[in-house]
Structure formats: structure tokens, C-alpha cells
């Protein structure tokens, strides 16, 4: 029989390696430094696992994250504008617009992007909401801050049909966007140029 780690070491390694970006090397590293750095250290990162379980809620309205029992700090600002809405895939791309600060309007997080043969579809994702949403704000303007590849462009056309009935613009980000990329690849002053070069969607 072979030499391995005991189990529970085994098992943490496990779920270090479903994490994004962690292959199996980088997890067993990872799961040996936890153990090496004792106790102490290993409780304060359960315990940060444990409040994200318990203490982190996502907005109803917008979609972004939220602590629990608190208001969303997006959606009770009254200095942000309410005729605005920009859509997004995910949270994080919230804070990559933030962060231009070019933008002071609402956010919709639709919680990820059309993709058939993921059998991704409109009802996977937050695409009522964000029609409801429009119409009660009343939103005048919807922008598609979306990424540019097959499936970010078919989200875009999607959401565009949906809210145009509802008397708004549909536009979409600019110029120095990568073609076939994400928010999560593009800087803060491409994302500032991007926001203030909008477009309307055809």
C-alpha cells in the first residue's frame, strides 16, 4: 500500500483543488502551510468561512453582496442616480466599474450569462428581476456592461429585446474593450473610457 496523508488532510486538500485557479500542487501546499501554521491560524479562516455562510446575503434588488440584516449600501444611497440601471454577469464586476469611478447610477447583477450548451438559460439568471426593476425605478437608460464574446453578446441582445418595450435606451460599453473578454480583464481607466463612450444598441 502506498504512503498518503491521512485523511482529513486529504479531504482538505480536496476541496482547496475545486477552488478557481488552485491546482493539485498549490492545494497540498496550501493545506501544509494551514497545518504547519497551527490552530489558531486555521480557525480564523474557518471561521471566515463560516461567516460568509451565515452573515452574507445578496440584494434582492441589485444582486450585489450584502451583510445580513443590513441595507444594501447601493440601493439606500440616494445619491446615486435611479435612472441608470448597468447590468453586470457578477458581483465582482461591480466593484471593477466602482473602482472607474465613472459610473454613479443603479446595478443589476444577473448572476451569470446566457450559455445553451451550459443550458444556461433567462430563467437561470436574474432577467425578471432586472425587467422589473427597470419598470418600477422607471429606469430611462440600461446599460449592457457585459463581456464581448459569443455568449456575452447573446445576453446583451437578450436583455435588449426584453426592456426596449419598456420605453428605455439600451446601451452598451465602448471602446477598449477586448473583444472576447470579461470586465475581470480590463483596467480601471479602459473601464472609465468604456462607461464614458457608451453606445446604443442596434
Known sequence: MSLNYPAPIQRLIVQL??????????????ALWLLSAGRERGGLLADALR?????VVM??????YNEAGQACLLCSNDKRQRHIVCVVEQAADVLRLERSRAYQGQYHVLGGKLSPLDNV??????????E??????????VILALGSDVEGEATANYIADLVRPLGVAVTK???????GGGLDHVDELTLHHALQGRR???
Open 132 to 141: 422589473r426593476r427597470v419598470a418600477e425605478l422607471p429606469a430611462s437608460e
Open 200 to 202: 446604443a444598441m442596434s
Open 173 to 179: 460599453l465602448a471602446q477598449g474593450m477586448p473583444a
Open 51 to 55: 461567516a460568509i455562510e451565515t452573515e
Open 59 to 64: 440584494c434582492e434588488d441589485c444582486g450585489f
Open 17 to 30: 483543488k475545486s477552488l478557481p485557479g488552485v491546482g493539485p500542487r498549490s492545494a497540498e501546499r496550501m
Open 121 to 130: 438559460t433567462p430563467e437561470d439568471l436574474r432577467m425578471d428581476s432586472l
